[in-house]
Each structure stands twice: as structure tokens, then as C-alpha cells.
């Protein structure tokens, strides 16, 4: 039997105690730290200092990329790295990155179920730009989180197959329903997948019942005619939550 990891999910902005602190004092087996690297953008040098640092500690301790000023980018990488190790202990650290992953990691953890946020009240503050913006922990504040749905993963799939039709075809910009039946029938969707009828009528009800109709109440597509046909596409919301829940598709 597998022993659960305590992991803890720290953006890297301009903390140093507030990810060092609660990782030894909840007995964090390791941290994944999510580093903003750009090339116009110098890093701190208690960046590369906190890894060496938590691994004294007998913390193991991984980097992965990720824009911290991306609200769409920080809530897909949280949630994937929750997912992916949600048979685990996962905590996300909401004190030590920007205020975008603080909103960031509280929807990944209501929408994957699979972290607990918590925050960090710092002892002390500090206004020298070289150094970290807090140091010591006074105290950590578990955050109560709400249930909130994340989209299903055959929602995912015809987000993705819309937008790979209107922006990576030349040729092709439309986007059918009967296009949606037939890519859904392809990909085996779990709404169609055991349809025995032989209709296109009745297709076209379990399309609009399972995916158009919740889709387009959720603001993730918009519905136009044009002619006799309809197309569908993704409103920005649709392309935005696409961003932050492609890993479904993984």
C-alpha cells in the first residue's frame, strides 16, 4: 500500500518563511514550488536558495513553471497538479504568490476537491526589494472552501474540438451541430455512447440535452444561424475555461 505524500503546491513570488515555515511545521514530505521565469524579469536569489534550503530539511522539492500573474494558467497547472496526486495530502499555500494565484488556487481546490487551501499571517513585513516580504509565521488559517462544479471531461472535448476547427483549419470556420454529433460519436462520449437509437433527431436531442444547452448556460458557447445551419462557437469565457481545465484531456 502506498503512504500518502503531505505535498504542499507554493507559488514562488516574493516569499521565502511564508513556504519555508508551514512546510516544516506541518511535516511536509514535498513542495512543489510554480516559478515565474521570463527573460525580463530578475529573479530574487532566495529563489534558487529555497529549494536547498527545504531539502536540508529532508523535504523534497520540485519546480514547475508557471506565469503567476496568468489567472487561467495558475488555476489549470494547481488543478493538474491536485489531480494528479489527489490519492495524497495536497495543500495549496494561497500567502506566497501573487493575489491572482491566491484567487487561482482557491477555485482549483473547489473545483478539483482534491487540495485544501490555507494561508499564511506572517510575523514580520518588510520594504527592502531585496529581500523576501515577510519573514517568520505566526499563525496558518485553514480557508473554508465551497463545492463548485468543474466542467465534465466530454464538455472539455467539444470546447477543444470547436476551437481546434476555428483556429487551426484554413478552409474551415463553421462548426455543426452535426459536426458535434459526429466528432461525439467518434470520441465515444459517454452522452451518445450508448444511444441504440438510428436517428439524427434523437441525436440531436441528447446533443442539445447534455452538452449545447449546459454549455451555453455556463457561457462557454454561443449558437448562430447562418442559413439553414448553425454555428457553434467558444465566447471568451468558453476559451478561458478551456485554458484552466485542458488537463481533463490528459
Do not use: W
Amino acid at each position: 500500500m502506498e503512504t500518502k505524500e503531505r505535498i504542499h503546491i507554493a507559488p514562488l513570488g516574493f516569499e521565502f518563511d511564508r513556504i519555508l515555515c508551514p512546510a516544516i511545521e506541518y511535516s511536509a514530505d514535498r513542495v512543489i514550488l510554480l516559478e515565474y521565469i521570463a527573460p525580463d524579469i530578475e529573479r530574487p536569489s532566495y529563489h534558487d536558495e529555497l529549494p536547498d534550503v527545504l531539502e536540508e530539511e529532508g523535504i523534497d522539492c520540485d519546480r514547475r513553471e508557471c506565469n503567476i500573474f496568468d489567472l487561467y494558467e495558475s488555476v489549470a497547472i494547481i488543478a493538474e497538479i491536485a489531480s494528479a496526486h489527489q490519492d495524497h495530502n495536497v495543500y495549496v499555500n494561497l500567502s506566497s504568490g501573487s493575489k491572482i494565484t491566491a484567487i487561482a488556487g482557491m477555485i482549483a481546490c473547489m473545483a478539483t476537491r482534491a487540495a485544501e487551501p490555507y494561508y499564511i499571517r506572517a510575523d514580520t513585513y518588510t520594504s527592502d526589494p531585496h529581500e523576501p516580504l515577510t519573514s517568520g509565521m505566526e499563525k496558518a488559517i485553514d480557508i473554508p472552501t465551497y463545492r463548485m462544479e468543474q466542467p465534465e471531461r466530454q464538455e472539455i472535448e467539444i470546447l477543444e474540438y470547436i476551437r481546434s476547427i476555428k483556429d487551426d483549419h484554413d478552409t474551415r470556420t463553421i462548426v455543426s451541430k452535426k459536426d458535434l454529433v459526429e466528432f461525439s460519436e467518434e470520441k465515444h462520449l459517454p452522452f451518445i455512447r450508448n444511444y441504440d437509437g438510428n436517428t439524427m433527431k434523437g441525436k440531436y436531442r441528447l446533443l442539445t440535452t447534455h452538452i449545447i444547452e449546459p454549455l451555453a448556460e455556463k457561457g462557454y458557447i454561443a449558437v448562430a444561424s447562418i442559413g439553414v445551419r448553425n454555428d457553434v462557437s467558444l465566447t471568451e469565457e468558453g476559451r478561458n475555461a478551456l485554458r484552466a481545465f485542458r488537463y481533463l484531456l490528459d
